[in-house]
């Protein structure tokens, strides 16, 4: 089904971890196109697509339009781009609504490039650590 958009990204989501990026978003924005109500995981995959592929102004002009802001790479994003009061207090909330997702889990998920899967565990950690200054 090349031209179903639940299709597409749910590919541009494989695509992403799999750390082709470019590909991922270009499907990604083609499904978001072919549906004018793209659910909000459409969108956060766009996000974390973008954030991925080291492009941080553009994830967060994408994930800022989440219905709901409890996204790690939202999250993930904010602290890139300085903001590590909202990603902590984002983080607070996200845990407080997924205890069962955590870090380590995070360690384990299968992501192209072992140099930017440290980093997004660094950007969770820093959201995550309310002791730390930045």
Sequence with gaps: MPFDSWSLADLGGSLVQAGTTDEAIARLEDAIRRDPHSPDWYIANLGWAHYLAGDYPAALKVLETLGDPHNL?????LVRAG????????????AALNPDDNIDLWRRVPLGDESVKQGWIDDLRKASDHDQHN
């Design 73 to 77: 790479s939202l999250i993930a994003t």
């Design 83 to 94: 903001r590590i009061d909202e990603a902590r207090m984002l983080m607070t909330e996200y």
